[in-house]
């Protein structure tokens, strides 16, 4: 029930597209779920987080959409680019940014 | 603001040896957690502690594994003896619970090599 799993594993877009990674979960208990970019060499960072009391989130270019009926949530990175290429972990935790569980990630290539 | 800062960067060493990984959280951030990264494994928590007082230490893999937190601004982890299973990036993050931006803010890392 503390799993979070992340489709796909690898994603390889053109400059200007759109990439989608997706996320599900069993706990009910979570109530927030952020998402984290990690670039080679590097820790995670934060990027944008949602909780379930809305359906979407958008900070420019990046929107989380969230399904609280399906338990699932998604990124969407528009406009991408090859700045953007990096390995995305979506986690989930029952009490703000405590504890997370991580999802396994999406390595994200952007081609120019 | 420094961020969270991770010592040493890298370490490479032989089975049997005694590693100790250091971390200094961000300043006023009262919760503290080690993660340990693998292409296998993912990102896994090994242990978390709020207000240096351990928490959940569910994630550590087996005695030769041990962290502790004197302080608010220090916290080790330590394994001893090493096996080369054990090698990973070792993640160190800090978080202020309930503050403006309550979120786990991760170190560098550090690359650890069992040979």
């Known amino acids: 029930q503390q799993q979070v799993k992340q489709s796909p594993q690898s994603l390889i877009v053109q400059k200007g597209g759109i990439s989608i990674i997706n996320c599900a979960y069993e706990?009910?208990?979570?109530?927030?779920f952020p998402w984290y970019q990690q670039f080679p060499g590097k820790g995670p960072a934060l990027l944008i987080a949602i909780r379930p009391d809305v359906s979407e989130k958008k900070e420019g270019r990046f929107t989380i959409s969230f399904n609280k009926s399906a338990k699932q949530f998604s990124l969407h990175i528009m406009d991408s680019q090859p700045g953007d290429s990096a390995t995305y972990f979506c986690a989930a935790s029952g009490t703000s940014g405590s504890r997370l569980t991580f999802g396994e990630g999406t390595q994200l290539t952007v081609n120019p | 603001d420094a961020g969270v800062i991770q010592s040493p960067r890298h370490e490479v060493t032989e089975m049997g040896q005694e590693v100790t990984l250091r971390c200094k959280p961000i300043s006023g951030h009262n919760s503290l957690f080690w993660y340990r990264q693998t292409m296998m494994r993912g990102l896994e928590l090994l242990i978390y502690?709020?207000?240096?007082?351990?928490?959940?230490d569910s994630g550590m893999p087996e005695d030769r594994f041990s962290a502790k937190m004197p302080n608010a601004s220090f916290s080790t982890l330590k394994i001893q003896p090493s096996e080369p299973r054990d090698s990973a990036v070792y993640f160190c993050?800090?978080?202020?619970?309930?503050?403006?931006?309550?979120?786990?803010?991760f170190g560098p890392g550090t690359r650890l090599t069992v040979l």
């Open positions: 502690f709020n207000n240096n007082v351990p928490i959940d």
């Open positions: 706990n009910t208990a979570f109530d927030y």
């Open positions: 993050a800090s978080r202020l619970a309930g503050g403006p931006k309550d979120t786990q803010y």
